[in-house]
Structure formats: structure tokens, C-alpha cells
């Protein structure tokens, strides 16, 4: 990077999966309300607090942001520093880089509400917040902080002085919340219409849109797993193999359900669940060449569900699967005979 003579930067990361308008939105209005001179878009190659899933490689969403802000080229700059850099993108090493060009004042770490009340898990997150000041804006569905004990509590360590829009860091940093206009657009929800065929112009720039039909980025699984049946009579054999309990198997495609088909087990541990799951996305991944298009609870091994499109599967801690009853949900659909499979 050039050493460069400018006053205020922003920094603003995300996985842009795919790059939406609360994206441009963002860097845009808190760009105009800061004054910032220039704010460098740096999608991550691989967010650490989330877990892959199948849809567009690294470099088409770089190229999505490229082409979702080129019309504001005058103040953005899109930087592909950490999809070269590859790895879990862990931000204390994007601003350890910029630190070399910019003094911690300038800096400027642009994130949404949402990303704010997780912040003090992110790595060295205390040494962010000598690196640069945060900017934190509104998102349709989050609070910003009333008072202090609304802060993350890694933050609250922190505070110098509190105003409800500007804190004093004892860092010397600061950080200020931001109201801007909502825009009502999630990635993860994105992903899910465009999958289903549903109308995203709302939530995407023509462009973007058009860059991702040309190269059908999130195409259903259907075109990779030609036989959804078949497909889980396979994964009900491989959850088996890996000594799960209480499996169960339902064919929901005379019911109103979110997929036709669906798998349910146990393991014995948080361990065991989150192990099984690991697992099985792995041999799925090598024997049809996809990953889930939903992910959730694979860390702490409670509820995982793998969510494979026409298949959606619950991995449960066998003793939270009680609580949950979810068996209940399935029993007008048919439930598939899996005993041949257990007598193997
Ligand atoms: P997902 O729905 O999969 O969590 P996302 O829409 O939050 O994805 P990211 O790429 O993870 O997209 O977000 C990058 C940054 O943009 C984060 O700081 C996030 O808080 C912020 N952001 C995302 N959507 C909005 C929005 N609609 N309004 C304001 N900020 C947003």
C-alpha cells in the first residue's frame, strides 16, 4: 500500500455474501455524516464467527463488491488484502497493515449494530480498540446502546466517558453510533430467495444482481444432488456409521414443510454432535461437491442443523432433543424405514 496523505479513512469488512444495499448504504451515509475522505471495502476470505457454506468462491465476491461500488470509486476503494491473505480474516491483522499508513485517529472501523454486540469476542479485540476508533451503525432489528450496561462487556472495560452517541475509550480511541436510514437486507435472507427463485431487486443494485444470474452464484443444491431421497438414505447410512442415536428419517413431501425431507439424531455429547456434524459435511462435500446452504449451532454441539436445501438435518445433544420434541412436527409426513440400514 502507497503511504497515503489522507485525514479520515473508514475501514469497512464483511463477507458480502452476496454484497447487498445495506452494504452501499452504510459506507455511504456514514462517509457523508463523518466526512470521511475514503473507505476501503475489504471482503473477508473467511469470517471466523461464521461457518462456510456453499455459494460464490472468494474472488466472485470480490468482484461483486467491486461492481456493486463502482459507482462511488470517488470515495471507495475495494481492497482484496485478505482474500490474498486467505485464512480465517481476523480484522486486528487488516488493521495492523493499515496502522503502518495511517495514525489510530484517522482510522475509522465501520461495523452494523449486530457486529458491535458480538464485538468482544472478536480476536484481540482490546487491541482494535487502540488501533482505531469504532463507528457503529444502526440495523433494522438491533437497539443501539441506551446506557452503558447495554455494551458488550469486554467494551464496558473501557469506557472513559459515555454519551449515548459518542463514547470516550481509556484506549485514547472512540466510539460513535450512528443512525442511518434502515435498509432491511440480510445476506443470509438474500441467499434463501435467490435460491427459491424469489424477487431480490429490493435488496440488490441491478448490477450485482445481474453479475450474479449471469454466473447463477446461488444456484440450488438440485443441480449437484440430482436424487434427494436417495441423498438421504445416504446420509441417514453415514450418521449411522458414526454411532448416532435415536435416528429417525421423514419423507415430507406431501406436507407443508421447509424441505422434503428431513433427518434426525443424537450423540451423546456436545462433542460427539458437533464431531458427527463436522464429519458429514466433509463426506458430502467430497462425494457431491457441495456444502450446506445453511449452518447453525456447529460450535457448541447442542441443535446442529444442516440445512442442504430439499434435506435439512438436526444433530441434537440427546438431551436437548427432549426439550424440543421436534419429532412432533413431522407426523403427518411418512416416516422412512431405516432398519434395513440399521441391520447392516
Ligand atoms: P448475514 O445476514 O449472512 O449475517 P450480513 O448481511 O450481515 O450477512 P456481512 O457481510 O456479514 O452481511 O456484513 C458486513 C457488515 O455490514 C457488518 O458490519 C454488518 O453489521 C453490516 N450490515 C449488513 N447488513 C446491514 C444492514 N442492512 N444495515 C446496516 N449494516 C449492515
Not at 479485540?125 to 452503558?148: A, D, H, W
Request: proline share 3%; glycine share 6%.
Amino acid at each position: 500500500m502507497e503511504k497515503q496523505s489522507l485525514n479520515k479513512v473508514g475501514i469497512f469488512g464483511g463477507s458480502f455474501n452476496p454484497l447487498h444495499l445495506g452494504h452501499i448504504n452504510s459506507v455511504i451515509s456514514v462517509a457523508e455524516k463523518m466526512s470521511l475522505e475514503k473507505v476501503f471495502v475489504i471482503p473477508a476470505y473467511q469470517n471466523p464467527n461464521k461457518d462456510p457454506v456453499d455459494g460464490p468462491s472468494a474472488n466472485e465476491r470480490l468482484k461483486m463488491a467491486e461492481i456493486g461500488f463502482q459507482p462511488y470509486l470517488d470515495f471507495v476503494e475495494v481492497v482484496d488484502v485478505e482474500i490474498q491473505r486467505k485464512g480465517n480474516s481476523y480484522t486486528i491483522d487488516t488493521l495492523n497493515m493499515y496502522a503502518e499508513h495511517f495514525n489510530a485517529e484517522e482510522l475509522h472501523l465501520i461495523i452494523g449494530a449486530d457486529a458491535f454486540y458480538g464485538f468482544d469476542r472478536w480476536k484481540d479485540y482490546q487491541e482494535i480498540l487502540k488501533k482505531c476508533n469504532l463507528v457503529v451503525t444502526s440495523r433494522p432489528g438491533m437497539q443501539l446502546p441506551f446506557s452503558q450496561k447495554d455494551l458488550p462487556k469486554g467494551i464496558q472495560d473501557f469506557v472513559a466517558a459515555f454519551d449515548r452517541n459518542y463514547i470516550e475509550l481509556t484506549t485514547g480511541r472512540h466510539i460513535e453510533f450512528i443512525r442511518i436510514e434502515d435498509v432491511d437486507a440480510s445476506a443470509t435472507d438474500i441467499r434463501k430467495k435467490l435460491r427459491n427463485g424469489l424477487r431480490v431487486e429490493k435488496f440488490l443494485s441491478f448490477e450485482v444482481e445481474n453479475f450474479i444470474k449471469e454466473n447463477e452464484l446461488y444456484k440450488p443444491l438440485d443441480s449437484r444432488i440430482s436424487d434427494f431421497r436417495a441423498f438421504t438414505m445416504k446420509v441417514a447410512e453415514s450418521l449411522w456409521q458414526k454411532s448416532c442415536i435415536g435416528l429417525r428419517a421423514f419423507d415430507l413431501t406431501d406436507i407443508e414443510a421447509p424441505s422434503e425431507y428431513t433427518i434426525i439424531c443424537s450423540g451423546t455429547s456436545s462433542k460427539h454432535v458437533s464431531s458427527m456434524a463436522n464429519l458429514l459435511i466433509q463426506e458430502i462435500k467430497n462425494e457431491y461437491g457441495v456444502l450446506p446452504v445453511g449452518l447453525e449451532g456447529l460450535r457448541e454441539g447442542r441443535w446442529v442443523l444442516l440445512d442442504y436445501g430439499s434435506l435439512i438435518i438436526h444433530v441434537f445433544y440427546d438431551y436437548v432433543r427432549q426439550e424440543y420434541g421436534l419429532e412432533n412436527l413431522w407426523k403427518e409426513g411418512k416416516e422412512i424405514d431405516l432398519t434395513k440400514l440399521k441391520d447392516k
